[in-house]
């Protein structure tokens, strides 16, 4: 019973592919996240979704787009890969109290694309 | 803005010896700051956070940090490192609604027998 879980956990394309990672929470918190990690560990998030709304979208290429069929749940495709895209994609989530976030996030344990 | 820097990319301590990962913070808000810990293949996982109340926070696995404004710091301490403390830690801040949080650059701790 993972709290946060993601699939695939590896993923090896080749450039020009298109490619989904998916992403389900099981806490029953409001808000998720797509942060991606580079070669360097760098964190940096990408979208975040409270409630199946788009809250936060930083600047990201178009060929990424995440979805959010329902609150628990929160996709990442990836079109036309690049290289530069090869990283370890994390999904996370966190709960709100009284309108607030608590701040905690809960991480799944990564999803590694390779780019070839 | 808000920003995080942490000191030290790699630290390397002796079992058994104190541990002390270095953060600073840039806010221009009153922050909330945190502390992740990312053993290796592995999701992130909170140690510690400091949300505007006490000053010393404890966490988990006898990791504590405290938040000191007139040093915009946020250092990350361990009286006694034990092997299995060897991760990559991550020193975070955070605005008050929290839907947006800033990751520093991790600093990798090896703990040597």
């Known amino acids: 019973d993972t709290a946060v879980s993601q699939t695939p956990k590896y993923l090896v394309t080749q450039m020009g592919n298109d490619k989904s990672i998916k992403c389900e929470q099981n806490?029953?918190?409001?808000?998720m996240y797509w942060y991606k990690q580079d070669s360097k560990k760098f964190l940096k998030i990408m979208f975040s979704?409270?409630?199946?709304?788009?809250?936060i979208n930083e600047t990201v290429p178009n060929r990424f787009s995440p979805k959010s069929p329902d609150k628990a749940h929160l996709n990442l495709h990836i079109n036309s890969l690049e290289l530069g895209d090869s990283a370890v994609y994390f999904c996370?989530?966190?709960?709100?109290?009284?309108?607030?976030?608590?701040?905690?996030?809960?991480f799944g344990e990564g999803s590694r694309l390779t780019v070839l | 803005a808000q920003s995080v820097t942490q000191l030290d990319s790699h630290v390397s301590v002796s079992e058994g010896t104190p541990v002390l990962l270095r953060c600073n913070y840039s806010?221009?808000?009153?922050?909330?700051l945190f502390w992740y810990v990312q053993h290796p293949n592995k999701g992130l996982q909170l140690l510690l956070k400091?949300?505007?109340?006490?000053?010393l926070v404890k966490g988990i696995n006898g990791f504590e940090a405290e938040f000191k404004k007139s040093e915009t710091s946020f250092h990350l301490t361990k009286p006694s490192a034990h092997m299995s403390d060897a991760a990559e830690y991550f020193c975070?801040?955070?605005?008050?609604?929290?839907?947006?949080?800033?990751f520093g650059s991790g600093t990798k701790l090896n703990v040597k027998p």
């Open positions: 979704y409270n409630n199946k709304e788009l809250i």
């Open positions: 806490l029953g918190h409001d808000t």
């Open positions: 400091y949300t505007s109340a006490a000053t």
């Open positions: 806010s221009s808000y009153s922050p909330s």
């Open positions: 975070v801040v955070s605005h008050f609604n929290f839907n947006k949080f800033y």
């Open positions: 996370a989530s966190s709960q709100e109290m009284a309108g607030w976030n608590t701040g905690e996030l809960f």
